[in-house]
C-alpha cells in the first residue's frame, strides 16, 4: 500500500471513467446550459396558458421533459467531474453553476404543475381524446395528480423552488467537510511502516488481520471526527431541519411520510422494516457471539466488526480477476445482460482506484442518452469484488429502464433502486459457493454472506431507526446535539449488536460519518431492496428463464408504475412482513450452517 495517494493526473486513463462520451469539452457543456436556460425562458411565457388547450399542455410537457432530459445530462458531467476530485475549483465551481441553473429552470417553470392540477377531470379526458400525443404524458400527469394534496398554488410552488440551492447548504458543506477538509493521521500499517489512514482505508484497516491495526485506526479515525463533532450536528441539524420545511410547507404530517411518499410508498413498508427486524435482533446477537468465538477474543469491538471471522481464507483479488468471477456468476441472467457488461467493464464506465480528493465509497450514476457511469474505491478486497457487482446492478438496472422507456419514464424510483445491485451480489455469492467445497474456504464466503446481511439489513435498519427518530425529535422541537445525537446512536448500536459486543465510545459518533443521512429517509430502501433482491435472485437459480423475464420486466420497467406494483412483477410484495421475514430466516439458515463448520 502507498503511503500516500496519487493525484488525479497520476492515475492510468484506462482507470478512469470517460467523461468525454458525455461531452467532448467544457465549451460542449457550457453550450447546453445556454440551452437549458433559453428552455426555461420559453416555457415561462406559458404561464396561466399550460391547460388552456390541448396544444399548450402537449407543448408544455414535451419542452420541460426536453429541458429536464438535458439538464440531467449537463448535471451528471459536471457531477462526474466533481466527485473525480474534489479540490479541483474548476469542477467545483461548475458543479455550483450546474446547480444553480437547476435551481433557476426550476423556479421560472413551478407553476407548471399547479396549472395541470387545477384543470378539471373532464377537461383533460377531452385533451386525451383530441391529441394523441397526450397519451404519452397521461401517467405522468395522474402522478402529479397523487400529489395534488401536498402541491401549492403557483407563486408558492415558485418560491419553494427558489430554496432549492439554499436547502442544499447542509449535505453539500458535509460532502466537502467530509471527503476534502478532513485530514487522517498516519498510522503504522501490518508491515511496521508508517501509513495515512483515509476515507477509503478506513474499512481496509478495519478489515486486517491484526488487530493493532484496527484498533489503532478505529481510534485515530473517530479521533478526527470527535474534534469536529459540534460542526457535525449543526450540519446535521441543518439537514434535518429543512427536511421539516419541506415537509410543512407540503402538507406532510412528517419528514418521513414527506419521503417515502415522493416515491409512492407507504410509511408502513418503513415502520413494517424496523419492526420485523427487531424481532429478530436474536439471530444478530448469536451472529456476535459466534464472531467472538472465531476471533478468540475475551472482548469483542466494534473495531473487530469487518475482519473476517476465518481471515486464514482471506485473498487479493485483482479488478481484472473480479471482472471475470462477475461474468461467470451473472451468467444466469442471460447473454444480452452480460454481453452489456462487457461493455461497461471494457469501454470505461468505471472510475477504479482512490485517489487524492476523490469521492469516498461507491456508486453508480448517468443520465439519460449517455452509458452509466460508476465510481469506485476498489482495494483488492473479497468486499471490493461485491461492491463492483454491486454498482454494475445499478448501471445495468439504468440501462434497461432507459432503453425500454422514454425520457419521463426512465428513471425508476430510489425505493427499488437497491434491488438490482442487490442480485447481483446474492448471485456472486451463490456461485462461490456453488464452486466452494473447502471447509475454511466456503466458511469464509459464508462470513462475508452474513456480513452482507448484517451490513445492508441490521445496519442499514440500524440506521433507519436513528434516522426515523432524529427527525421526530426535531420535529418536537427539541435540538439535535453533538451529545444528545451521540447517545441515541450508543443505545442503538447497543441494541442491535447486543451484549457480547462491547459498544466502544468511538463508536457513538459514527453517525458524524455516515453521508447518507443527507440523502432523506434512504437508507431504508438497502434493507427493503436486500430482502426483495435475496427473493428474486433465489427465484431465478431455482426457476431459470421464466424468473428471468420477470426480473428483466422490472429491470426495464423504470417508473411506469409505482416502485411496490413494479416488485410485484419480479414476485414479491413489501405490503406484507413476509420478503424481510424471509431474508431474516435465510440469515438464520447461513448462520447455522457456518456455527456448524466453526
Not at 56 to 69: D, G, H
Not at 193 to 215: A, H, N, Y
Not at 278 to 300: A, F, I, P, Q
Amino acid at each position: 500500500m502507498a503511503k500516500e495517494l496519487p493525484g488525479r493526473n497520476e492515475v492510468r486513463e484506462e482507470d478512469t471513467w470517460n467523461v468525454a462520451d458525455m461531452y467532448p469539452t467544457k465549451e460542449a457543456w457550457e453550450a447546453d446550459i445556454e440551452k437549458i436556460k433559453a428552455y426555461a425562458c420559453e416555457l415561462e411565457k406559458m404561464e396561466g396558458k399550460v391547460a388552456a388547450s390541448a396544444e399548450n399542455l402537449l407543448f408544455t410537457l414535451k419542452k420541460r421533459a426536453e429541458m429536464l432530459e438535458k439538464t440531467d445530462f449537463a448535471f451528471n458531467y459536471a457531477e462526474r467531474l466533481f466527485d473525480e476530485d474534489q479540490k479541483n475549483a474548476e469542477h467545483q465551481a461548475m458543479e455550483a453553476k450546474a446547480y444553480a441553473v437547476y435551481a433557476d429552470a426550476s423556479s421560472r417553470t413551478s407553476f407548471i404543475d399547479p396549472e395541470i392540477l387545477a384543470a378539471l377531470e373532464e377537461t383533460l379526458n377531452g385533451y386525451y381524446e383530441e391529441c394523441s400525443e397526450l397519451q404519452t404524458y397521461r401517467k405522468q400527469i395522474k402522478e402529479i395528480q397523487r400529489l395534488k394534496a401536498h402541491s401549492l398554488p403557483s407563486e408558492m410552488e415558485k418560491l419553494l423552488a427558489m430554496t432549492t440551492e439554499m436547502r442544499r447548504t447542509a449535505e453539500e458543506t458535509y460532502s466537502v467537510f467530509n471527503n476534502a477538509d478532513l485530514v487522517f493521521p498516519e498510522i503504522t500499517g501490518e508491515d511496521g511502516e508508517k501509513v495515512r489512514l483515509t476515507q477509503g482505508r478506513f474499512i481496509q484497516f478495519l478489515e486486517s488481520s491484526d488487530r493493532r491495526v484496527r484498533k489503532e485506526a478505529f481510534e485515530n479515525y473517530y479521533k478526527v471526527y470527535e474534534q469536529f463533532l459540534n460542526t457535525s450536528a449543526s450540519l446535521f441539524q441543518g439537514q434535518v431541519k429543512q427536511q421539516i420545511f419541506l415537509a410543512k410547507a407540503r402538507n406532510y404530517r412528517t419528514t418521513l411520510e414527506s419521503a417515502v411518499d415522493a416515491n409512492d410508498v407507504s410509511p408502513d413498508i418503513y415502520y413494517n422494516l424496523v419492526e420485523t427486524v427487531r424481532k429478530n435482533l436474536d439471530k444478530l446477537h448469536r451472529y456476535v457471539r459466534l464472531r467472538k468465538k472465531c476471533l478468540g477474543v475475551d472482548e469483542l469491538h466494534m473495531y473487530d466488526i469487518y475482519t473476517p471471522m476465518i481471515p486464514d481464507a482471506a485473498e487479493k483479488i485483482s479488478f481484472e480477476e473480479a471482472k471475470e468471477t462477475i461474468l461467470k456468476a451473472l451468467a444466469p441472467l442471460g447473454a444480452d445482460y452480460i454481453e452489456k457488461l462487457k461493455e461497461g467493464f471494457t469501454n470505461r464506465w468505471i472510475d477504479v482506484y482512490e485517489n487524492q480528493g476523490k469521492r469516498s465509497g461507491a456508486y453508480a450514476a448517468g443520465a439519460f442518452g449517455t452509458h452509466p457511469y460508476v465510481l469506485l474505491n476498489y482495494s483488492g478486497s473479497l468486499d471490493s469484488m461485491f461492491t463492483l457487482a454491486h454498482e454494475m446492478g445499478h448501471a445495468l438496472h439504468s440501462y434497461y429502464s432507459n432503453e425500454n422507456q422514454p425520457y419521463i419514464y426512465s428513471q425508476y424510483k430510489i425505493f427499488v433502486a437497491e434491488v438490482a445491485s442487490t442480485c447481483n451480489e446474492i448471485l456472486l455469492m451463490e456461485y462461490l459457493l456453488k464452486n466452494t467445497e473447502e471447509k475454511k474456504m466456503r466458511a469464509y464466503l459464508l462470513n462475508h454472506y452474513l456480513d452482507s446481511f448484517k451490513g445492508t439489513v441490521f445496519r442499514q435498519t440500524q440506521f433507519a431507526e436513528f434516522e426515523q427518530r432524529t427527525n421526530q425529535i426535531s420535529e418536537s422541537g427539541e435540538s439535535l446535539t453533538a451529545e444528545s445525537l451521540s447517545e441515541l446512536y450508543l443505545k442503538l448500536n447497543q441494541d442491535y449488536y447486543g451484549p457480547d459486543m462491547v459498544s466502544d465510545r468511538e463508536i457513538s459518533y459514527e453517525w458524524a460519518r455516515i453521508p447518507h443521512f443527507y440523502y432523506n429517509f434512504y437508507v431504508y430502501q438497502y434493507a427493503t431492496g436486500f430482502s426483495s433482491a435475496v427473493a428474486i435472485a433465489r427465484n431465478i437459480l431455482k426457476e431459470g428463464e421464466p424468473a428471468v423475464a420477470r426480473y428483466k420486466k422490472f429491470l426495464s420497467g423504470g417508473c411506469s408504475d409505482s416502485p411496490v406494483e413494479l416488485l410485484k412483477i419480479a414476485g414479491v410484495n413489501l405490503e406484507t412482513p413476509e420478503p424481510i421475514q424471509a431474508a431474516m430466516n435465510v440469515f438464520g439458515e447461513i448462520l447455522e450452517e457456518l456455527e456448524k463448520l466453526v
